[in-house]
């Protein structure tokens, strides 16, 4: 008897997924700003870009971009400590500069919102005072 229990169920909830029909969308991610810095790439991708050049130029027919990038995993894969060396170098003096860039787009972001908050306010403060003067007018009346 408990199998007809169960049967008994229409099958529309049981096929039903969780918000399905619910006409509602995955909420919107935050815009990007275009302003703010993009981040330094890494020791590999510094190696990678070079890798790439010479690859193209040892290999003008192959048009893949697996087979470069499996071709330049493995060769970062078979550099020693002293052969990444350099690229490493390079990478920590480009993330140098991008963290010198965001402290700047900071600075800048938290100038434009002060202004644009303590404008906010004024007004605010402002309208709130005119409202006072006006319900003392009529008061008098």
Not at 40 to 51: I, K, L, Y
Not at 62 to 83: I, M, P, R, T
């Amino acid at each position: 008897m408990p199998k007809a229990k169960a049967d008994s169920k229409p099958a529309d909830n049981r096929l039903k997924r969780k918000g399905a029909g619910t006409g509602t969308k995955q909420s919107k991610k935050a815009a990007k700003d275009p302003n703010k810095p993009k981040r330094p790439p890494s020791a590999f991708f510094v190696f990678m870009s070079d890798f790439r050049e010479q690859y193209k130029k040892d290999h003008p027919n192959n048009k893949s971009v697996a087979a470069v990038g499996k071709a330049c995993g493995e060769e970062w894969k078979s550099l020693s400590d002293a052969d990444k060396a350099p690229y490493v170098a390079r990478a920590l003096k480009k993330k140098a500069e991008y963290e010198k860039n965001v402290q700047a787009y900071n600075r800048k972001q938290a100038g434009i919102e002060e202004e644009d908050g303590s404008d906010k306010s004024k007004s605010e403060v402002h309208d709130e005072d005119e409202e006072e003067e006006d319900d003392d007018e009529d008061d008098d009346e």
